[in-house]
Each structure stands twice: as C-alpha cells, then as structure tokens.
C-alpha cells in the first residue's frame, strides 16, 4: 500500500469522525505506558445508532458486518485522537460484542467488518488478535460494540 | 479532593473489605510489569450476593448501578492489596458485564455505578476507558462482574 | 513438579496441536513488548467442534469444562509459538466466555477447565487471574471460547 493511513481512509471514501462522546461516566481511552486501551464503540454516525436489533432476528450478517465496520471507524478516531494520528498506532487486539438471537453463531463474520476495515486502513500496523462472541444486548439497543487494545509509539 | 482515597472512601462511609475468595481455580489479580489485571468482581458482599437476577427482569437499572458499586469496591479492595495501597494506583480500563435479559438496553448506565465509585475515590487516578455489554448470565446467578487494568507504581 | 511444561504436558497425556487456524479476518496473536494477547480460541480438534450447543441447554456443565480444557490447550499452542516455547511464557489472565442458557450459573465451574489444564502444565507460570462469563452464543455454535493475555521472556 501507497501512502499513510489517512490517504487510504480517503481511498475508501471515508473520513475520521470526531471521537464519540461517552455514553456515560468514562473516557474514549486510557494510556498506560505504549499501551492504549479503547472504550468499548458502538456504531454510531453523527451520534447516533443507524441501526439498532440483534443478529440472527431483525439484523443479518451482512448488515451486521457493516456495523462492525461504522464501529471499527470510531475505534480509529480514537486511535488518531490518542496517539497523535494514525500512522503512530498499531492495532494489537480486537473484541468484538455481537448482540445475538438464539441460534445465531456467524459473530465471526460480522466481526470481519471491523477487521477487515482495520487491515485496509493500517496495513501491517493493524494486523491483530480477535475474539468475537454473542451477548445478549448492548447498550442503546446497538447490534455490535467494538473494542481495542492499541500500542502507540512513544517517540 | 482533599486527602487520599481511604479518606475518600471513609467519608462515602465505605470501607475496604477482604479481597473476594476467588470462586474457583485463579487467583484475583495477575501483575505484568506496571499493569495488574484483576479477575472478574462480583458483588459479594461479606461472601454473598445480597441479590441475583437479571437486568430488565428481577432487577431495574438502579438496583443494577447499586450492584455494580458494590463489585466495584471488590476491585479496588483488589487493587489496594495488588499495589500496596490505593494511593499507588490507577484504574486504566473497566469492562461490566451486566446479566440482561433481552430488550434491556441500559447497561451504561448499570456500569456507571462502577464508573462513579472509582471517580468518587481515585479522583483523577481513576479517570478509565471502558465497555460495558449484556450477558445471558453470570456466575452464581450474579446482576454483574466488574474487571480492571490497573497501573501500579512501580517505585 | 519436576520437568518442564512440555514434560508435563505429556505426562497428562497430551501434545500441543497445531496452532488454530483464525476463523476469519485476524492473527492467533498479537505482541506489544512483552505481552501477547491471543484471539479467542475454541475448543476445535484437528480443525472441527467435537460439540457444539449451550450449557445449562444441550451440554452438562462437566462436559462443558472439558471443552474449556481444550480450548485452553490451543490457548497453549497458540503461546509456545508466541514465546517460541512453553518454558518461555507466563499465563497472566484468562477470560471464558461461556455459551449459556438462561438460569446456567456455573460458568465458574465450566472455566475451571481451562485454568486447571494452565496450572497442571505452567505451574507458578500458569497462576493468572480470570474472568468467566455466560454469553447468549459463540461462533460456530462453539460452547466455550477462552483468551488470554500472556507476558513472554524478552532474553
């Protein structure tokens, strides 16, 4: 890949969005040491939820992919926000909340949106570890949170 | 804030009890280097649960947010034990798993129930990202698990 | 215990497999310094589920903390190819998701599986802190999905 992360955000047709405001009585991250540890995202678009329901009942795969993928976004502004812009950042570690109906085992696949968005944007810098499960419901009815576990450069 | 965390607490009318008994075969925290990772805090109470059930069935938000404070002073009871003391430590990240039965939708603001103990008496040491999600269930039929990454001092 | 985790290992019988091929877009590991964090694993063997299903529905909760058990020998896997060797590597934390139907309230006991294989094979390198919680569904129907935050020898 050509460029820095921002170039091939743009590529994508896609810009950073402000970091999004807390749903409650927390910060978007905490730094310790290299290590940044992001507060769970949800999929939100101009501060709000384009979609809200489970996967397996009123959401299918492929827009729960989506989703994962509006979250992984957020999860780069706040990437860009604490480390001082993404080309200082590295993605070590995705979880990936899916909001799921019974019988509903593809948590894996929604979560690609997230991983997939990451790779695409950071190259090498965001190749990272997983996991992916189904739980009952998310806050503000949101289909997926994201979470991620950073490491910045300290230079 | 004047004075340190145990003034803090004392003057909420809290005290630090026992670190928890680990309900099965771990310990209730690991160190790595400055971090500690505690285990999953439920809120025992002088070995109990005072109250089991789920969000959005047996028990309503506040009842929640109660129990999530009360899992959370089992982490920073963790925590003063793991650091030597709470005036050597930060809390960095908060993850609250909250048991939710389906269409419960305020799992942010159970978990600020753990959010506002820390603030309350870390101050600005316990500034924290965090997730919080719904579960299907939890141990002992607990409302809430509360777990930390701690940064201790290492002087 | 004399020996080392390899010998231990085989003493129960058992040998490291292959390293889990990730189901989707991501890496078994990731390292920052001398941390690694490793996807969720599932209990595959040779590439497949021996079970699938819910504890507390379609799975006894025995059955379910021998499923951990495998899960966690991946988890092991997974971390003699981080550290480059099981001598290399301590266990700091576990966290067991647990796929559970409503009113199963043992998923400290299913864990137990996995943290008891840790502590059989790593010793004093296998006590960790954990976190054990009920999910609504795990990916591929998977009954149990265990992770891990590992701290490798940097010599």
């Keep these: 890949m050509s460029g820095?992360?921002?170039?091939?955000?743009?590529?994508l047709g896609l810009a950073?969005?402000?970091v999004p405001t807390p749903a409650a009585a927390y910060?978007?991250?905490?730094?310790?040491?290299?290590?940044?540890?992001?507060?769970?995202?949800?999929?939100?678009?101009?501060?709000?939820?384009?979609?809200?329901?489970?996967?397996?009942?009123?959401?299918?795969?492929?827009?729960?992919?989506?989703?994962?993928?509006t979250a992984a976004l957020n999860v780069l502004a706040v990437a860009a926000?604490?480390?001082?812009?993404?080309?200082?950042?590295?993605?070590?570690?995705?979880?990936?909340?899916?909001?799921s109906a019974e019988g509903f085992h593809e948590q894996h696949l929604v979560a690609n949106g997230a991983s997939e968005l990451i790779g695409e944007v950071l190259g090498t810098a965001g190749v990272h570890a997983r996991s992916a499960v189904g739980v009952a419901s998310l806050p503000l009815g949101a289909p997926v949170e994201v979470e991620?576990?950073?490491?910045?450069?300290?230079?």
Tied chains: 1, 2, 3.
């Design 148 to 155: 991620a576990v950073l490491e910045v450069s300290s230079g």
């Design 4 to 11: 820095g992360p921002e170039d091939r955000l743009a590529a």
């Design 27 to 69: 910060q978007p991250w905490a730094r310790s040491g290299d290590l940044v540890l992001t507060a769970g995202q949800l999929p939100v678009v101009d501060g709000a939820l384009p979609c809200t329901g489970r996967l397996g009942a009123e959401l299918q795969t492929a827009q729960g992919a989506q989703q994962a993928r």
């Design 16 to 18: 950073l969005p402000e």
């Design 81 to 99: 926000a604490a480390a001082g812009g993404l080309d200082r950042v590295r993605v070590v570690k995705l979880t990936v909340f899916v909001a």
